[in-house]
């Protein structure tokens, strides 16, 4: 009689069982999963473009190359048919990038403006399918501004207004190095002060400092809190008629809030 229950509570528990079953299994792909695997690969995220002005000419100008790999973005429905990165740099989309995945896997851009920007890269398969994901990208931007013999120095434009839809920046950083090019036998000591002005023309920062003949004077400062627009540095000559050499370096910088690089890693490595 304690067999023949034993064996009726064996049974019962089976049939309980049955239907959890095909849980304890592996999990299966859903009919609206992606069937595209989007593993792009890039080594840099950020960058710094330098501008080069001597006397009012702009004599050079350097962007940002950034490259983005697709080489392992794989789909299980069909072969890849093209993919495309779309920088961020402007509204419509217009710089955006696409190539054939059978002649390129590779895509490369210059930015040469300064901002925040939200990189898009998508990918498309022979079947239609897509996938895409996005990459934040920090563009910083060095400007070398020179004025050479001059009694009179012009005001230095600084742009902090970025070319996207992103944060200001974060800082305005200002090197500042001024020269009295006479010697002492035939020029006199000079005292420049620095003024660093905001957008509406309020002075948000200054700083004053004598140069011997033949010395230089110079200024470091960080500002914060910006206001969008265009700032101006300036530099004037309150005492002394000396002729001076102006060298001002300025970097516009923002937040480090770009994504991680995702570089491609061998197992050798």
């Known amino acids: ?33 992606n069937p595209i695997t989007m593993s792009v690969h890039y ?31 794989a789909s299980n429905s069909a072969a890849m048919k093209t993919f495309t990165m779309d920088p961020g740099d402007d509204e419509e989309g217009a710089n955006a990038i696409t190539v054939n995945s059978n002649e390129n896997t590779k895509i490369s851009y210059t930015y040469l403006t300064h901002g925040l920007f939200v990189a898009n890269l998508s990918a498309l398969d022979e079947n239609g399918n897509t996938a895409s994901m996005t990459v934040t990208v920090r563009i910083d931007k060095t400007i070398a501004w020179t004025e050479t013999n001059t009694g009179v120095p012009e005001p230095m434009p600084i742009l902090v207004t ?35 002005n905001n957008p509406d023309g309020t002075e948000e920062a200054s700083h004053t400092e004598q140069a011997a003949d033949g010395q230089d004077a110079s200024w470091d400062h960080e500002e914060f809190h910006l206001m969008d627009g265009t700032w101006s540095l300036e530099v ?10 102006v060298d001002h370096t300025v970097m516009v910088q923002y937040e480090t809030l770009e994504s991680e690089p995702n570089p491609f890693i061998t197992e050798e490595a």
């Open 43 to 73: 080594d840099v995220t950020a960058g710094t473009i330098e501008e080069v002005i001597r006397n009012g000419q702009l004599i050079s100008q350097s962007g940002v190359d950034l490259s983005f790999d697709f080489s392992r973005v």
């Open 1 to 33: 009689m304690t067999g023949a229950l034993s064996k009726a509570w064996l049974l019962m528990c089976l049939a309980l069982l049955a239907p959890l079953s095909g849980c304890l299994g592996p999990a299966e792909e859903g009919p609206g999963s």
């Open 236 to 245: 004037t000559i309150d005492v002394g008629n000396d002729n001076i050499d």
């Open 162 to 196: 970025p070319d996207c839809q992103c944060n200001l920046p974060e800082r305005i950083g200002i090197d500042s190095i001024i020269t009295n090019l006479n010697t002492p036998i035939t020029g006199n000591q000079v005292t420049v002060t620095w003024h660093l």
